[in-house]
């Protein structure tokens, strides 16, 4: 049984920070590329940033230079950092990943229940 675990979301001012995680566990042997998504009402879900296992990152223009993915993998975890935040960047987060659990050839994708950050002016 693999779940996913978000925390960190909150309501902050602008130009503030939050820390998000995502916490996974039951019998995974892998963690392929992790992300994380973001969703607004009325649109679709958006891709923020990713990294992949060897560490390479890649971010949606609307963040770079303010948002910071990264990983635990001993811990099966990945944070995302988010300064001077805007009042945009208000939306339900969503963590996923390609895992490989035990007992299984191949990589499947799987998601948070998602966490919700507002960003007041």
């Known amino acids: 049984q693999v779940q996913l675990v978000e925390s960190g979301g909150d309501l902050v001012q602008f130009g503030g920070s939050l820390r998000l995680s995502c916490a996974a566990s039951?019998?995974?042997?892998?963690?392929?590329?992790a992300s994380w998504y973001r969703q607004t009402p009325g649109r679709a879900r958006d891709l923020v940033a990713t990294i992949t296992g060897g560490g390479s990152t890649n971010y949606a223009d609307s963040v770079k230079g303010r948002f910071t993915i990264s990983r635990d993998n001993a811990k099966n975890t990945w944070y995302l950092q988010m300064n001077s935040l805007k009042p945009e960047d208000t939306a339900v987060y969503y963590c996923s990943a390609s895992l490989l659990v035990t007992g299984s050839h191949f990589a499947y994708d799987y998601w948070g229940q998602g966490t919700q950050v507002t960003v007041s002016s």
């Open positions: 039951g019998s995974i042997l892998s963690i392929n590329t």
